[in-house]
């Protein structure tokens, strides 16, 4: 099998340069994002978050020798911060590699 392409993760309209990458608004409206040209960095972030943990789930890890990345949820919890209360959704992010480093390096995956 293969890795996971740049259009599995970010989308059916995603393309990239050696310098840049290019992610559609339109491809992430099934996560729930309402585009607009003021998105904050969380809205696309969390809209990012739904999409990879869709794909890179551990049913497709276990069939997938290839793929190096899981997504999935760990738990909630009501949380005060400031004198509010909060609903925390955690997420597990697990990246594996062969056991030759104790490093995180991109290059790997």
Do not use: C, H
């Not at 970010?10 to 339109?26: D, E, H, L, R």
């Not at 040209?37 to 551990?58: I, R």
Request: aromatic share 6%; hydrophobic share 30%.
């Amino acid at each position: 099998m293969v890795k996971p392409s740049l259009t599995d993760l970010f989308g059916a309209n995603a393309a990239q340069s050696s310098t840049s990458v290019t992610i559609s608004k339109t491809d992430l409206a099934v996560t729930g994002l309402t585009a607009s040209g003021s998105n904050t960095g969380e809205e696309l972030l969390v809209a990012l978050l739904k999409m990879w943990q869709s794909t890179a789930t551990t049913t497709r890890q276990d069939s997938n020798p290839e793929q190096q990345v899981t997504i999935e949820d760990s738990y909630q919890q009501i949380v005060t911060r400031n004198n509010t209360q909060y609903r925390q959704f955690s997420k597990t992010v697990n990246l594996q590699i062969e056991d030759t480093t104790s490093t995180i390096d991109p290059d790997d995956f």
